[in-house]
């Protein structure tokens, strides 16, 4: 919460290394590179009647707000818009969460804020859930563009604080892989997608691995598209035709390109 106490305005960049940016519709929010965009800025307010809760409002005056619609088919979560509600309510309040140097925004039901990979449509987009897999998308780097001279003094101690509520301080943590990590090593896998036809789908992902082997490789891949019972295939040079690996894979960390059938898929 202190990361925000002392802030006036903040970009958040995700665990992709992109802004959280209010799309110029004035409704959608989405990720990019761009930290100079005015859209990356955030400006902090507080719930004053809870001690641990803020609400981010858009270089367009409207909020931060985690919706009850569902986003496009296979994307996980629920949509995260903008909105300029008449009522304030719950729905553009945020806990932050605090994760060693990394900071999760959770929603008043239990979801987090999720910066989402992967190949588009799904790509740039941003919803709430909870994470079975990639629980690092759920985290987020905290930059103050503008410091807050007259912070807020914390509440906690207040006899009004609402003890029922579901906002409180909490010390739950995510399991997951170590953030710092270098990613200095590894070999760059870019990979597409089969459709339930057996057509190759144009748009491609791509992510750093370190593992050794196929299976680790496949058990990345399932992570990274969220599929179970995938097929990590390569593509024939001579004839085009898709072959499983099921050997060791290229040495020397050598950049791969493949492609991930999908159980249902037919082809």
Not at 2 to 29: N, T
Not at 102 to 130: C, E, M, Q
């Amino acid at each position: 919460m202190e990361y925000f106490r002392r802030a006036k305005s903040v970009r958040l960049r995700s665990y992709h290394h992109k802004y959280l940016l209010a799309d110029d519709d004035l409704e959608h929010v989405s990720q990019d590179r761009q930290s100079t965009l005015q859209n990356a800025r955030w400006t902090v307010e507080f719930n004053h009647d809870y001690d641990n809760v803020i609400r981010l409002k858009s270089c367009f005056g409207r909020y931060l707000t985690a919706s009850e619609d569902h986003p496009l088919l296979g994307a996980t979560g629920q949509k995260v818009i903008q909105t300029l509600p008449t009522r304030i309510d719950s729905s553009v309040d945020w806990e932050p969460v605090l994760e060693g140097s990394k900071v999760r925004l959770k929603t008043r039901y239990g979801n987090y804020l999720r910066a989402n990979g992967g190949v588009p449509p799904w790509r740039n987009s941003v919803t709430h859930d909870i994470p079975h897999r990639h629980h690092n998308w759920i985290l987020w780097d905290v930059e103050v563009v503008e410091v807050n001279a007259d912070p807020p003094k914390p509440i906690s101690d207040s006899p009004d604080l609402d003890l029922d509520s579901s906002f409180h301080r909490t010390s739950d943590q995510v399991s997951g892989e170590h953030f710092g990590s270098s990613k200095s090593d590894g070999r760059m896998i870019y990979y597409k997608l089969v459709d339930d036809d057996g057509a190759v789908v144009d748009a491609e992902g791509s992510f750093l691995f370190k593992g050794n082997t196929v299976q680790e490789l496949t058990q990345s891949l399932e992570e990274e598209t969220e599929l179970e019972e995938i097929t990590v295939c390569s593509r024939n040079p001579l004839n085009g035709k898709l072959y499983p690996l099921r050997l060791a894979l290229p040495p020397n960390n050598t950049t791969m390109h493949v492609i991930v059938v999908p159980a249902t898929s037919k082809g």
